[in-house]
């Protein structure tokens, strides 16, 4: 088995593709019936409909225009701000 590789030595775009590929694998894994993948899967399951959604429209849209986004150095800081 190979080394895994420290996730501190990828750039936030390669740690965010790996979560991509380990999530599509998992995925696989539940359609081959896996019990530990199904049960992975299965916190969807207590989100609620309606807000999933929303969140899957929120990545599409921008993915489709990151401008659209935030930097979460500024959101953490608007955070602090307003909560402490």
């Known amino acids: 088995m190979a080394q895994p590789t420290d996730p501190a030595s990828l750039t936030v775009e390669e740690r965010l593709r790996l979560i991509e590929e380990l999530w599509s694998s998992i995925e696989k894994d539940a359609e081959r019936g896996d019990p530990a993948a199904l ?3 299965a916190f969807d399951d207590t ?3 309606k807000l999933l959604a929303e969140f899957e429209r929120r990545a599409d849209e921008l993915e489709r225009d990151p401008s659209k986004g935030v ?3 500024d959101l953490r800081e608007e955070l602090r701000r307003k909560y402490g």
């Open 39 to 41: 049960e992975a899967l």
């Open 47 to 49: 989100i609620d409909p």
């Open 71 to 73: 930097r979460w150095e």
